[in-house]
């Protein structure tokens, strides 16, 4: 089983980090996870432009096929101007309408606002229904005041939700595959 984090932030490690998180969270609770971690900070994605997906460069189609053949995910977002990170969403249109059905997906949102809780829930989730991917419910917000000055998160309550996060897509993933 092959866990893939996606980070889709441009700038800053907050939303890499609490991915990479979930994933070392999850590979604790079954080791035998593969897990790997996409930050869009290190790769050049093209702007969708409609073009067949060979016709992108080496990191656009790198990162579009270590999706499609990923058995399950957890998606991150910095949340920008109230919702989710523009390379996230064009990550996302590069993706066949089948490339997460009947997958499971977590989310996790990192921001600077409290007031942004919800963008999750109004924002990413719809568009992994439009997928139909099978979405966890213990989706996890981490604001910024939840890591400390080395970027680590040190508030007791985030890091027992993106435990219980990586939990909850073990356990469904197991499942799902039984």
């Known amino acids: 089983m092959k866990l893939v984090g996606i980070s889709g932030a441009l700038i ?7 991915v ?3 994933l070392q969270a999850a590979k604790a609770a079954n080791p035998e996870i593969e897990i790997e971690l996409i930050d869009l900070r290190d790769y ?4 969708v432009i409609g073009k067949p997906l060979s016709e992108y460069n080496k990191d656009t189609q ?10 399950f995910y957890v998606f991150g977002t910095p ?14 249109d590069h993706l066949p309408t089948t490339a997460l059905q009947s997958k499971v997906t977590g989310m996790i949102v990192t921001a600077g606002s409290p007031m942004h809780y919800l963008v999750g829930d109004t924002q990413l989730k719809p ?9 966890a419910t213990k989706n996890v917000f981490v604001h910024n005041s939840c890591f400390n000055k080395e970027n680590v998160i040190v508030e007791e309550d985030a890091v027992e939700r993106i435990n219980a996060l990586a939990q909850e897509l073990v356990e ?4 799902l595959k039984a």
């Open 127 to 135: 568009i992994l229904s439009f997928f139909k991917a099978l979405v």
């Open 20 to 22: 990479n998180e979930v």
């Open 62 to 71: 790198k990162v579009v096929n270590t999706i499609i053949n990923a058995d």
């Open 79 to 92: 949340v920008y101007q109230g919702s989710i990170s523009g390379p996230l969403k064009n990550l996302f």
């Open 172 to 175: 469904m993933q197991t499942k």
């Open 12 to 18: 800053g490690a907050k939303t890499a980090i609490a």
């Open 44 to 47: 050049n994605v093209e702007f």
